[in-house]
Structures are given as structure tokens and as C-alpha cells.
Nanobody, 127 residues
């Protein structure tokens, strides 16, 4: 029933910024968080950031803390990931997903705990 679609990726130079967008259809985010992951070629999918359905709590991986900011607009059913100070190490396909765990505000976000995924958007950062 719920569909997620990422957008906003592109090719940028190191130090630049991008804003990723995760748009949901038939989704209210009630009691379920939205999570950003990324996957580089030859690497496993890794957790980047998460936000609760009401936007009151957020979590970040150590690799992006202080550079990335997650936010949610419930009126538009959209989650954003503002990415600043990008480096080549940030190059990956970025995915958004809906957490299957209700009212979860912990620190563990394995990929197999997600129940809905978008198709991903590619971010490439040149040196």
C-alpha cells in the first residue's frame, strides 16, 4: 500500500551540498520511523539516519553526524536528508525505508527491520 520514492541525487564536487527527498504515497508515518541507508559498489547497505514519525527524534551514523540533517514534513508526507560537506566517501546509492517497528527510538537500524523501500537515488561526489 505504501510506496516510497527517492530523488535529489546527483554529481557534485567535494564540499558541496545536496538535499535528498523521500516522498511517500498512502503513508502517514503514524508510529513508524523513516530511515535513510546508503550502499556503495561492493559494500553492504549501511544505516545513515532515522527520524520518528512525528519528527521529534532523529538518529545519525557516526560517519555523517554533524554533516547530515534529517527532517520530515508530515503535511507533504515527505522526509528530507540535507547533506553538507560531502566527500568522495559519501558516494553511494541512497535509499529511504519505513521501519517496521512501531514507536522505535533506539540506536539499531538493521536493513532487515525495514518493511518498505524506495528504489534509490545515486549520489556521486568527485574529489
Amino acid at each position: 500500500q505504501v510506496n516510497l520514492e527517492e530523488s535529489g541525487g546527483g554529481l557534485v564536487q567535494a564540499g558541496a551540498s545536496l538535499r535528498l527527498i523521500c516522498a511517500a504515497s498512502n503513508h502517514t508515518w503514524t508510529n513508524h520511523g523513516t530511515v535513510w541507508f546508503r550502499q556503495a559498489p561492493g559494500k553492504e547497505r549501511e544505516f545513515i539516519s532515522a527520524i520518528t514519525w512525528n519528527g521529534q527524534q532523529s538518529r545519525y551514523a557516526d560517519s555523517v553526524k554533524g554533516r547530515f540533517t534529517i527532517s520530515i514534513d508530515n503535511r507533504k508526507h515527505t522526509v528530507y536528508l540535507q547533506m553538507d560537506s560531502l566527500s568522495p566517501e559519501d558516494t553511494a546509492v541512497y535509499y529511504c525505508a519505513r521501519d517496521r517497528r512501531p514507536i522505535y527510538t533506539g540506536n539499531s537500524y538493521p536493513a532487515d527491520m525495514m518493511e518498505v523501500w524506495g528504489k534509490g537515488t545515486l549520489v556521486t561526489v568527485s574529489p
